[in-house]
């Protein structure tokens, strides 16, 4: 089986609008027409690379590779020149599908003649570039036996009501970009395409669409909430379903997010590029509750990334020597390892990162608590190690964000020869760092203690709003030098 299933069932079972974009509309059967017609076009070339935005022609391009039997890859259009020229490099043979074609690739169809590739669920689909908060972004490869499980794990084929409609404003390159397509495809919804994110834009197109669902990356999120005044409430009655997720979201921001929509569902999920998306939800109930819990503990999940999805493994390993690759008692911090059908693991040029057992190293540190709540404490690579204690930057970033005065926070080690590592919060906000650091001294221990405190205008992150770690740092050490 290929991802090309889902747009045949999808065809076959009526022909409503699957597909809008900029005042524009595909039926499954024009969308299956337009993909044989590209298929054609694309049958003798190594790979397809969509260097757009958000556009009709992307679904079509997704499914006219996967017929033809290349691989998909769309790349971030908004890096540098020499950035992607080095990319390109990569992919000898391929098509490049730049912002010029991809109105050609919505005229005509009817390739009827086209023989499609062999149905090999361990063919690439789908290649994408990981954000590379840390390092150098890596090829994150993606079968279609991987999306084709994380779809049938989590959707119901035609379960939507007649009226569903997802808005999609991540970027096509973002692995939710491309599994909202496949998921809402299955489930019968209605795909809206933003085809760059603006807030007040996204709320006007909901209205408007009358849009029941939507996914957000958590920068979306915050300008969302403040195009909504304070005291005030979206006034989108249509909406049911808000996701969010794709990088750590600070709590305040939820919590205006839930006073904000308070007839909305909200939805945090969790998930890679690696493992074909989302591995962990927290459901609206889960939300709903926290928010008005008297149990310090129910009120905590507000700050967890739910529960694991079916079908998947996980798995909260030792991290430090004396206990490396043990599991971990409940409520412990440690390594995440994931296993299950979805995973890929797999990088181009770098093999497979799964053990032999299956399981994939997330590189992210978490915990669970009793009811299998996951909580993720950041990255490992981002871990400080000062005087021989580890130190996670998000315990004292939620610390650092509870204060009036701090819009965004980032806590990051520089070297220091006496501690190994010094702890320095890059701010943006306002207010006296002496009293910032007493202010986190107060609720941690001296040992989490920023040593220093620097303001900036804005910090260095991904357009998915992952904070870039290494250019912040690398700016620190330029500027302290």
């Given amino acids: 089986m290929k991802i090309t299933m889902i747009l045949e069932m999808a065809a076959s079972a009526g022909d409503k609008a699957v597909a809008t974009a900029d005042g524009r509309s595909l039926t499954a059967s024009e969308l299956l027409d337009r993909a044989r017609a590209a298929a054609h076009r694309f049958r003798h070339r190594s790979a397809v690379l969509y260097l757009g935005a958000n556009h009709l022609a992307y679904p079509v391009a997704l499914f006219g590779a996967a017929l033809a039997g290349v691989p998909f890859i769309p790349l971030n259009y908004r890096l540098g020149a020499d950035q992607l020229a080095r990319l390109l490099d990569r992919h000898p043979g391929a098509l490049v599908l730049r912002p010029a074609d991809l109105d050609a690739l919505l005229e005509g169809g009817g390739a009827q003649d086209h023989e499609p590739a062999p149905?090999?669920?361990?063919?690439?689909?789908?290649?994408?570039?990981?954000?590379?908060?840390?390092?150098?972004?890596?090829?994150?490869?993606?079968?279609?036996?991987?999306?084709?499980?994380y779809v049938f794990n989590t959707q119901e084929f035609g379960s939507a009501e007649p009226d569903a409609a997802t808005l999609v404003a991540v970027p096509p390159y973002h692995v939710a970009g491309l599994m909202n397509l496949l998921t809402n495809l299955y489930s019968g919804r209605r795909i809206v395409y933003q085809p760059a994110f603006d807030a007040a834009d996204w709320l006007a197109t909901v209205r408007r669409e009358r849009v029941t669902h939507a996914l957000v990356v958590p920068t979306m999120l915050a300008r969302i909430v403040a195009e909504v005044p304070d005291g005030a409430t979206a006034q989108v009655p249509a909406l049911r379903s808000l996701a969010y997720g794709g990088a750590r979201t600070p709590r305040p921001v939820v919590e205006r997010a839930l006073r904000a929509f308070p007839d909305t569902g909200f939805v945090n999920a969790y998930g890679l590029t690696e493992t074909t998306s989302s591995i962990a939800v927290l459901g609206?109930?889960?939300?709903?509750?926290?928010?008005?819990?008297?149990?310090?503990?129910?009120?905590?999940?507000?700050?967890?990334?739910?529960?694991?999805?079916?079908?998947?493994?996980?798995?909260?390993?030792?991290?430090?020597?004396?206990?490396?690759?043990?599991?971990?008692?409940?409520?412990?911090?440690?390594?995440?390892?994931?296993?299950?059908?979805?995973?890929?693991?797999?990088?181009?040029?770098?093999?497979?990162?799964?053990?032999?057992?299956?399981?994939?190293?997330?590189?992210?540190?978490?915990?669970?608590?009793?009811?299998?709540?996951?909580?993720?404490?950041?990255?490992?690579?981002?871990?400080?190690?000062?005087?021989?204690?580890?130190?996670?930057?998000?315990?004292?970033e939620d610390v650092l964000l509870a204060h009036p005065g701090i819009v965004e926070a980032a806590v990051i080690g520089v070297p220091d020869p006496e501690w190994g590592q010094r702890i320095v919060a890059v701010l943006v906000g306002e207010g006296d760092p002496a009293e910032i650091r007493a202010w986190v001294k107060d609720r941690l221990r001296s040992s989490k203690t920023p040593d220093s405190v620097v303001f900036r205008a804005e910090l260095p992150k991904s357009d998915t709003g992952k904070l870039l770690r290494r250019i912040l740092l690398a700016d620190l050490e330029t500027t302290h030098a």
């Avoid at 090999?120 to 999306?147: C, F, I, M, N, W």
């Avoid at 109930?285 to 819990?293: F, Y």
């Avoid at 971990?328 to 093999?351: C, D, H, K, N, W």
């Avoid at 997330?362 to 130190?391: Q, S």
């Fill in 119 to 149: 149905q090999d669920q361990d063919a690439v689909a789908v290649v994408l570039y990981t954000s590379g908060t840390t390092a150098e972004p890596k090829a994150a490869l993606l079968r279609h036996r991987h999306l084709l499980a």
């Fill in 284 to 396: 609206p109930d889960d939300h709903r509750q926290a928010l008005v819990s008297d149990d310090p503990a129910v009120r905590d999940r507000l700050g967890s990334v739910g529960r694991v999805l079916p079908g998947v493994e996980i798995q909260i390993r030792g991290e430090d020597s004396e206990a490396a690759g043990e599991l971990v008692q409940v409520g412990r911090t440690g390594l995440v390892f994931v296993r299950g059908e979805q995973i890929s693991g797999e990088y181009g040029g770098r093999g497979n990162a799964l053990d032999a057992d299956g399981w994939f190293a997330t590189r992210d540190r978490g915990r669970l608590d009793a009811e299998g709540y996951l909580f993720i404490e950041g990255r490992a690579d981002d871990t400080i190690i000062r005087g021989g204690e580890n130190i996670a930057p998000a315990e004292i």
